[in-house]
């Protein structure tokens, strides 16, 4: 595809639920990361993907928050019994090895 | 990256003027520096990037200027337009690691 693309765009959910949220990259990128970033804040590194390699989950702020990434391509990051604080726009880029991250175009998260 | 709080260091210039907005990075060992806009609503956009071998670069009205040695970043926009109000970031970067983001500042076109 011409970009990162990111699914849904929007999504509500209830406190406790389950969410999915899906990332297609870039073909050919061999890194792709997750951040989230809340109203009005910077980017807060959730999750690193780099080709085979185990990935950096040193971001992820609890054990409710899990990514995997299949074939090296699309990526979902889940989210365990959602809390009112998970609400933030979620935001997936890829990148070749070293080079300039492109992002998408995130999806807002409403958990209420 | 960072959150630091609700409120972003804003910067205020009016159309016509050029635009400084700076940024302290952390790591002496990155290699890679890129800066980003991000509009409301949108992802954050590539906007120029520089190598740690190099001091300044030059794009279309942009200019990225590192000063290794106290670890600082800028962006300098000629001719500052009000399609350029937007939150800049800048990110630094190690080879093979993850990118590290500032916490942003909100520029501002006054008429």
């Known amino acids: 595809g011409a970009g990162v693309s990111q699914s849904p765009s929007n999504k509500v959910t209830e406190k406790g639920k389950d969410v999915e949220l899906r990332c297609d990259p870039i073909?050919?990128?061999?890194?792709l990361y997750w951040y989230r970033q809340s109203l009005g804040q910077g980017l807060e590194f959730l999750i690193y993907f780099q080709g085979n390699s185990a990935p950096d989950k040193s971001g992820l702020p609890s054990d409710r928050f899990s990514a995997e990434r299949t074939g090296g391509s699309v990526s979902t990051l889940t989210i365990q019994r959602t809390q009112q604080e998970d609400s933030a726009v979620y935001l997936c880029?890829?990148?070749?090895?070293?080079?300039?991250?492109?992002f998408g175009p995130g999806t807002r998260l409403t958990v209420l | 990256g960072e959150s630091v709080g609700l409120h972003l260091p804003t910067l205020s210039v009016q159309e016509g003027d050029n635009s400084i907005i700076n940024c302290a990075y952390s790591?002496?060992?990155?290699?890679?520096f890129i800066w980003y806009k991000q509009e409301s609503g949108k992802g954050p956009q590539f906007i120029i990037d520089i190598r740690s071998n190099m001091d300044k670069r030059q794009g279309q009205r942009v200019t990225v200027l590192l000063n290794k040695t106290v670890k600082h970043l800028s962006l300098q926009i000629a001719a500052t337009q009000p399609g350029d109000s937007a939150v800049y970031f800048c990110?630094?970067?190690?080879?093979?690691?993850?990118?590290?983001f500032g916490p942003g500042t909100r520029l501002s076109v006054l008429p």
């Open positions: 880029a890829s990148s070749s090895a070293g080079d300039t991250q492109y």
């Open positions: 073909s050919g990128h061999t890194a």
């Open positions: 990110a630094e970067n190690i080879m093979g690691q993850n990118f590290v």
């Open positions: 790591n002496s060992a990155s290699d890679y």
